[in-house]
C-alpha cells in the first residue's frame, strides 16, 4: 500500500512539475498583419495645348468712299502664327491696320498654334462718291429788259373790246411768272402794260379803248400776286401797229398789250 502511495505521489510531483515548467515558458510573439501594397503610380499625361482664339476682328467703319480709309483691329489668343490676305501678311497678336480699298472686300485673319486654328472676316464696302458739283456757270447773266424781250407774250383782244379773254388769260399768267423772276433778281425794275389797238376808229377813240386795255392787263397781272406799284400803263392807240395790211389777220395782230421795261 505505501508502495502505490509513493508511486501516485511521484506521479503527482512529475506531473505538477511539468505544469509549472509549462506555465514559466515565453509565449511565442504574434506576428504583425502584412503592410498594404502600395498605390500604383498615376500615369503621366502630357499637358493639353490651349485653344487657338480669335477674340475680336473689325473694321472701322464698315462703309467707306473710294478714296477713304478703314482700320482693322484685332486681337488673338494662344497662336503663334497669325496673318491676314488681301497681301497684308503676318501680323501680332494684337494691333490694327489702316487699309485703302478701292472696292468693296472681305479681309480674313486667320490664327494657327499647337491648340488648334481660328479664322474669321470682316468686309468693308466702298461706294462711289458723289460726283462734284457743276461748275459755276459763265454764261453771261441777261437783263430783266433782255428776259421781258425773249419771253414776255402779247395779250391780244377782240374788236372794240377791253376784255380779258382766255388765250390773254393764259399769256398774261405766263407773264405774271416770268415778271415774279424779273422782279426777285432786280427789285429796281418797272413794267409798262402798252395798250395798242387796230387802225379803225378815230385816234381820240383808240387812246381811250388801248388805256383800258393796258389797265385791264394791269389788274389781271395784280390780281396774280404782282405789285402794282412796279407796274404802269400807257396806250399808244392805233399809232403803232404791228401790220398795216387791210384785212382782219392784221387787225387782230394790232390789238394787244405789249410789256416793256419801265423807265
Known amino acids: 500500500m505505501k508502495r502505490n502511495y509513493r508511486a501516485l505521489s511521484a506521479a503527482v510531483f512529475t506531473a505538477m512539475l511539468l505544469v509549472t515548467v509549462s506555465g514559466c515558458k515565453k509565449k511565442a510573439p504574434v506576428a504583425p498583419p502584412p503592410a498594404p501594397a502600395p498605390a500604383p503610380a498615376p500615369a503621366e499625361t502630357t499637358p493639353t ?32 502664327d497669325i496673318s491676314i490676305d488681301q497681301g497684308l501678311g503676318q501680323v501680332a497678336a494684337n494691333g490694327n491696320r489702316q487699309v485703302f480699298p478701292s472696292n468693296t472686300v472681305s479681309y480674313t485673319l486667320t490664327a494657327r498654334g499647337s491648340g488648334g486654328s481660328d479664322t474669321r472676316s470682316v468686309t468693308v464696302e466702298v461706294t462711289a462718291p458723289p460726283p462734284p458739283p457743276p461748275p459755276p456757270s459763265t ?13 414776255a407774250q402779247d395779250a391780244y383782244f377782240d374788236y372794240d373790246k377791253s376784255d380779258i379773254r382766255d388765250d390773254a388769260r393764259t399769256a398774261l399768267q405766263h407773264d405774271a411768272d416770268l415778271l415774279k423772276r424779273i422782279f426777285a433778281a432786280d427789285p429796281n425794275f418797272n413794267v409798262v402794260v402798252e395798250g395798242n389797238c ?3 376808229g378815230s385816234a381820240e377813240y383808240n387812246l381811250g379803248l388801248g388805256d383800258r386795255r393796258a389797265t385791264a392787263a394791269k389788274e389781271f397781272l395784280v390780281s396774280l400776286g404782282l405789285p402794282a406799284d412796279r407796274i404802269s400803263t400807257i396806250s399808244y392807240g392805233k399809232d403803232r401797229p404791228v401790220c398795216t395790211e387791210a384785212n382782219e389777220a392784221c387787225y387782230q395782230r394790232n390789238r394787244h398789250d405789249h410789256l416793256a421795261p419801265g423807265k
Request: charged share 25%; aromatic share 4%; proline share 4%.
Open 139 to 151: 454764261a453771261p447773266t441777261l437783263s430783266g429788259a433782255d428776259m421781258l424781250s425773249r419771253e
Open 198 to 200: 387796230d387802225e379803225r
Open 49 to 80: 495645348a490651349a485653344a487657338v482664339r480669335i477674340i475680336s476682328f473689325t473694321a472701322e467703319p464698315r462703309s467707306i468712299e473710294q478714296g477713304q480709309s478703314a482700320t482693322l483691329r484685332w486681337s488673338v489668343a494662344n497662336a503663334t
